[in-house]
């Protein structure tokens, strides 16, 4: 009798075959922003500003209901009030909240001290508090744990290094940064799949997140003519030009379309 | 031929091989439920053996532990071949079995620290299956009825059902790893599709083949009907777990339906591969090529000869 080796053989090559063709992750190793001289100092005197509102043209999608069965702690919060999913929050009159509003291009090759302060995203009731946050390049991002129960904390960027930590109640914060710019990298928690948040990082300090009366306001810019852009996880991307003369304000508003089936 | 009739060290690797599937449903539910990730170290969880058993947590950890426990079994099935099974390449398939369990745990580790890069992730996947069958085949080498004295049939047909059966299982297997890819989004499912079609083109040839020369076997009658009972569960199942899949999309978690129609999807598709293993070596085992056949007929429809 043959002794059936042949059939290995045969289901070795295909794995091998198979693995080189699928798709490598590609690595990305973080290195700070190259800092390079301020093209012009930014004169406060002199600054103007852009503001507005960002709303949603159509029926909003209904918010689902998160069944938090699997976390009697994070349940137990919830028991009066159910939590929902926060991809689409929307104000009164249709505005929208957590849209990240920022300058896309325009402020140049200026560089700007990222802030000391860290920005905080809590776990709460098994959910980001804010559901999307937004920092400075190397400014610090304090992650908390209010819950009674463990967290992973695993953002999935493109353009930065991943990491995955965990942290059990009552451990101290975790202390992250982000050295390069990216809008936005989505966060997951994989012991509860249902929280998920987005962290915006800039190389400048003129971005700012909507809440639910959809408002925004970027101070302190220079006279020049800049690409605002407005970033939504569900919506996607709008984005318009903006010319701002010396101590002028501008205001300007963002419509996403409510995507079909909603 | 050499051989040993050890009914214990069958049954005991029917025992490894009924462990392993369960793991593979363990695995299953931990990429359903996209908590591959809930355990950031390893080998130890939480840096302990008993980390909190909530959320993902639960599934990481319970296949962990049932991955160790086959791990286990595997170490005392390839002992217990080394010391009592004469065939010595029966002996070394146990070693290769050894062998596989060990790499899929290290490919399970790398998994984690290094949050889950497709190849490896696909790699873990698909070497589950491999592992699988390989069990699978040892349990039947160790069986009574391969090691006992069997009626030989001649194919005198071409091609051979050897062949086709090999091609069968190259093609699962391949699928397999297209089913793996899809999951871990490497690719979409269109390669997936494309390999369903090949397959059940395959399997189809195959069991025809197999009722036109042998109708009279009933083994091979058998092995007929565990193709395609396999496959055309497999079929629906993958059908429901597409439309699970897509049904559940909008929902902020994994829905159960989805999480429950995608592992039952995972864990037939190792059974399909397991099964075309078993049928491709039973044929290896009962039916010898007849040579004048390879220069006289390229005919499917070959006439029956029995020989011992």
């Known amino acids: 009798m043959r002794s059936p080796y042949s059939l290995y053989l045969v289901m070795a090559a295909a794995l091998a075959f198979s693995l080189l063709s699928c798709g490598k992750k590609e690595e990305t190793t973080e290195k700070a922003p190259a800092v390079t001289p301020a093209a012009a100092p930014v004169d406060l005197a002199t600054v103007g500003s852009v503001s507005g509102t960002v709303k949603l043209d159509g ?66 009731g098994c959910t980001y508090i804010p559901h999307v946050v937004a ?47 990216e809008v936005a990298i989505p966060v997951k928690c994989n012991v509860h799949p249902w929280m998920k948040s987005y962290i915006a990082v800039f190389k400048h300090p003129y971005f700012q997140v909507t809440k639910t009366n959809g408002s925004f306001e970027l101070k302190n810019l220079p006279a020049g003519t800049y690409t605002i852009e407005a970033w939504h996880e569900k919506y996607g991307t709008t984005s318009q030009t903006v010319t701002l003369a010396a101590k002028e304000s501008k205001t300007v508003s963002f419509v996403f379309k409510a995507a079909s089936g909603d | 031929m050499t051989t040993s009739k050890k009914p214990g060290l ?38 302990s053996l008993t980390p909190p058993m909530v959320g993902g947590i639960r599934y990481e950890h319970s296949h962990r532990l049932i991955a160790s426990f086959v791990g286990l079994l595997t170490i005392v099935l390839a002992v217990w071949l080394w010391l009592r099974e004469p065939r010595p390449w029966v002996r070394r398939l146990g070693l290769v079995a050894l062998g596989a369990v060990i790499a899929q745990g290290v490919l399970g580790g790398l998994t984690v620290w290094f949050f889950l890069p497709v190849p490896i992730s696909v790699a873990h996947a698909s070497l589950a299956q491999l592992f699988f069958s390989t069990v699978i085949s040892l349990a039947l080498f160790t069986s009574r009825w391969w090691q006992s004295d069997l009626p030989q049939l001649d194919d005198s047909g071409a091609p051979r059902v050897r062949q086709l059966g090999l091609w069968s299982v190259a093609a699962i297997f391949l699928q397999l790893i297209l089913g793996a890819a899809l999951r871990h989004k490497g690719f979409g499912i269109v390669p997936h599709l494309a390999g369903a079609a090949v397959v059940t083109f395959l399997v189809f040839w195959t069991a025809a083949v197999l009722r036109r020369r042998f109708p009279e076997s009933a083994v091979l009658a058998r092995c007929r009907v565990l193709l395609h009972a396999l496959l055309g569960f497999q079929l629906l199942l993958g059908g429901a777990a597409w439309w699970s899949r897509v049904a559940a999309r909008e929902f902020p ?56």
Request: hydrophobic fraction near 45%.
């Open chain 1, 59 to 124: 029926p909003a999608p209904k918010p689902k209901k998160i069944n938090m069965a699997a976390e009697p702690s994070c349940a137990a919060i919830h028991a009066s009030s159910p939590a929902f999913d926060e991809e689409v929050v929307e104000g009164e009159g249709g505005t929208l909240a957590n849209v990240v509003v920022y300058v896309k291009e325009g402020a140049g090759n200026r560089a700007f001290e990222p802030p000391k302060t860290p920005v905080t995203l809590d776990q709460k």
């Open chain 1, 135 to 181: 920092l400075q390049a190397s400014q610090p991002l304090d992650v908390i744990n209010s819950d009674k129960t463990t967290h992973n904390i695993h953002p999935v960027p493109k353009n930065n290094r991943e990491w995955n930590k965990s942290q059990p109640p009552g451990a101290p914060n975790i202390e992250e940064v982000f050295g390069r710019e």
């Open chain 2, 10 to 47: 069958h049954r005991f690797a029917l025992f490894t091989a009924g462990c392993t599937l369960l793991l593979l449903v363990a695995g299953a539910l931990v990429t359903s439920n996209d908590a591959g990730l809930s355990v950031p170290d390893w080998p130890l969880s939480y840096g």
């Open chain 2, 253 to 308: 978690q994994p829905m159960p339906v989805m999480v429950w129609l995608t592992v039952a999807h995972t864990v037939v598709g190792a059974l399909v591969l397991a099964g075309a293993v078993v049928v491709a070596l039973v044929c290896f085992r009962i039916l010898n090529p007849a040579r004048e056949a390879a220069l006289a007929s390229h005919s499917e429809a070959a006439p029956l000869r029995l020989s011992r």
